[in-house]
């Protein structure tokens, strides 16, 4: 049951209450005064000489009294009978010179104010309750608004703020909201602050790290693989050395294989040379090798011109969806489609593996960082997966209609 109908029953049986009580009393009262004017017709009527001395206008005008030959049963046609009963039931109405005591005029105006104060009692109980109505109304309806808000705020949305009222009582509570969508609010920009600097961070120490190791391990390998090959040319080298020679070249050519995969994983060096375009297809490539799915990819040739760190941000985006691919999809193939509509730049990553009905509520680290990336690149993404159906990851960057770049 509303709050609204809890009030009202409840003033309903208050208003009613008050009415039978009041009906009470004056129904009571009336009695008295009925009485009262009874008795004193009476000694007007031990005066008054009989009916039939009268003039018959002297006897038409008396109120109260009615010769005894003439008196009817009833005390008029629009009085109910029961209230009649009611008021009446314990008066005396005795018979002095032909005249009989009659209460008929005296009930009738007592009836008739009995109608007046019930319509009036009833008009401001209806003003009562339609003030009521106006008032819970404006409650409810501010109720409504901060449920809506803590709705949106339970979405995401730490915007959503509250206008002011003027009552106290829920001013007091739209304040309390606004305050606390503003604190988490500012929260929110703080870890988001934090976590993008993170993430910047860790780009940069890869980048490092990647450089170090292509730098100085690379080029001992080198190295290495040069020296071990020369010795296969040795004439002093028995077969036995010049075999071992060759499979420490042969491993020396593995370890750099791999080491070349570990520094694009580190830091992608062909997307500083040759551009997001060639990073994304040496990625897809690379992802198909190492998982040994097949990776469908279908790119615009028209990507917009990011500035580095967008580019880190989108192309890590799109490594660590084709890695929940391979790690965790169990699937067979891999769709991703990059395509530049209008002013927007829309990336698809899809699968054909198990699905999965709680993502993203159930994420790990990498799904919130890929969220913290589109969250950087100014876009919106979004989780679409069903258990059996496989899995949809679609990201909408903006751009400028003027530049290309990211809005």
Known sequence: M?????????????????????ALLYTQQARHDVQ???DGVAGLAQSLGSPADLPESVVSSMRH????AEMESGTGGEVPAWFVAMITRESSRPVANGW??????????IW???????GSYAIGMCMCFLALYVMVRRGIRTLASLSEAMGAVSAGQLTSRLPRQGEQELDALVCRFNSMAGELESEQQTVSRLLNELLQLQDREREHIARVLHDDLGQYLTGIRAQARSLLYDPELSDRQKQQARDLAEHCETIQKHFRHLLQDLHPLVMEQLGLGSAIRHLTEQWQQLSGLEC????DERLPDFT?????????????????????ANASCATLAVARKDNELSIEVRDDGVGNDQLPGNAGLG?????????CLGGEVRFLSRMGEGTRIRLAVPLSPNTGGVL
């Open 367 to 375: 799904v919130r960082s890929m969220c913290e990336r589109a969250r």
């Open 296 to 299: 469908r990819l279908a790119m």
């Open 36 to 38: 009262r004017e009874l």
């Open 100 to 109: 009989q005591v009659d209460p008929a005029d005296e009930v009738e105006e």
């Open 112 to 118: 008739e104010g009995f109608l007046l104060i019930s």
């Open 2 to 22: 509303t709050v609204y109908r809890k009030i009202s029953l409840l003033m309903l049986a208050v208003f009613l209450l008050v009415y039978l009580l009041g």
């Open 308 to 328: 580095g760190e967008q580019q880190t941000h989108l192309y890590r985006f799109l490594q660590e969806a084709l890695n929940n691919v391979s790690r965790h």
């Open 65 to 68: 009294l009615t010769p005894a």
